[in-house]
């Protein structure tokens, strides 16, 4: 059964590979977008792409370990830094992934994935209310 559902995946993943160079291409121009859920899915699928992070499911509450991925971060698992180790718009992530497995990880982003709303008060969901560090 395990096998199977492998499969599946793969074959999804042999169907994505045609089209990915258009999904990349429209999440950066999404970055843009006026909507801020837009520019939201958007940063998702950035990190998604760029980190290979799953992109994770809510859970209902005392269901499992407190694991996360892309889609589920709070705030408590990033930091946002706009200059670190001689790098420009840097994004911090510290949190348990699959397996409880902890991924901790300081990674350079494009500016318009670090400041994704000149109005942070609108920021939402793993943003809302977060402080970039300078």
Same mark, same amino acid.
């Given at each position: 059964?395990?096998?199977?559902?492998?499969? /599946? @995946?793969? +074959?999804?993943?042999?169907?994505?590979?045609?089209?990915?160079? &258009?999904? $990349?291409? *429209?999440?950066?121009?999404?970055?843009?977008?006026?909507?801020?859920?837009?520019?939201?899915?958007?940063?998702?699928?950035?990190?998604?792409?760029?980190?290979?992070?799953?992109?994770?499911? /809510? @859970?209902? +509450?005392?269901?499992?370990?407190?694991?996360?991925?892309?889609? &589920?971060? $709070?705030? *408590?698992?990033?930091?946002?830094?706009?200059?670190?180790?001689?790098?420009?718009?840097?994004?911090?992530?510290?949190?348990?992934?699959?397996?409880?497995?902890?991924?901790?990880?300081?990674?350079?982003?494009?500016?318009?994935?670090?400041?994704?709303?000149?109005?942070?008060?609108?920021?939402?969901?793993?943003?809302?209310?977060?402080?970039?560090?300078?």
């Amino acid at each position: 059964m395990q096998g199977e559902k492998d499969w /599946e @995946k793969y +074959e999804v993943a042999r169907k994505l590979k045609s089209c990915v160079d &258009s999904i $990349r291409n *429209e999440y950066l121009q999404d970055l843009k977008s006026k909507q801020m859920v837009t520019r939201q899915r958007a940063v998702a699928l950035y990190f998604i792409d760029k980190l290979a992070l799953r992109a994770g499911n /809510e @859970k209902e +509450e005392g269901e499992t370990a407190d694991t996360v991925g892309c889609c &589920s971060l $709070r705030v *408590e698992h990033i930091i946002l830094h706009e200059q670190l180790d001689a790098n420009e718009c840097v994004v911090e992530f510290d949190f348990l992934g699959k397996d409880s497995i902890r991924y901790y990880n300081k990674v350079p982003v494009i500016k318009k994935v670090l400041h994704p709303s000149k109005d942070r008060s609108t920021w939402t969901g793993s943003f809302h209310d977060h402080k970039i560090r300078k």
